[in-house]
């Protein structure tokens, strides 16, 4: 099994910037993806950016530019730099895990609450 353990989210004003980082535990050998989603309230939970062990990277339209993902393969840690927040990036954001390459993981952390709020 494994683990994944989401930190850094919180309350931060527009334009503001926050980090989150999420590590992984168990069986994390054969971990080759690593993602983030967020859930908005009476939303569908949504892809927002992944990294593979090949170094593949994604990062959806809305956040190009303003969010990067990045991580260390080794000891499977996945983190996500968001700059520029805008109210609309208020989400619970769910750290996600595969060792299939599934875009879609199968492991999920417990989720961090990110607000941006005047």
């Known amino acids: 099994q494994v683990q994944l353990v989401e930190s850094g989210g919180g309350l931060v004003q527009p334009g503001g910037s926050l980090r989150l980082s999420c590590a992984a535990s168990?069986?994390?050998?054969?971990?080759?993806?690593m993602g983030w989603y967020r859930q908005a309230p009476g939303k569908e939970r949504e892809l927002v950016a992944f990294?593979?062990?090949?170094?593949?990277?994604f990062h959806q339209n809305s956040v190009k530019g303003r969010f990067t993902i990045s991580g260390d393969s080794a000891k499977k840690m996945v983190y996500l730099q968001m700059n520029s927040l805008k109210p609309d990036d208020t989400a619970v954001y769910y750290c996600?895990?595969?060792?299939?390459?599934?875009?879609?993981?199968?492991?999920w952390g417990q989720g961090t609450q990110v607000t941006v709020s005047s």
């Open positions: 990294m593979t062990s090949q170094g593949v990277t």
């Open positions: 996600n895990a595969d060792d299939a390459f599934r875009i879609k993981g199968v492991y």
């Open positions: 168990g069986n994390i050998d054969k971990i080759n993806y």
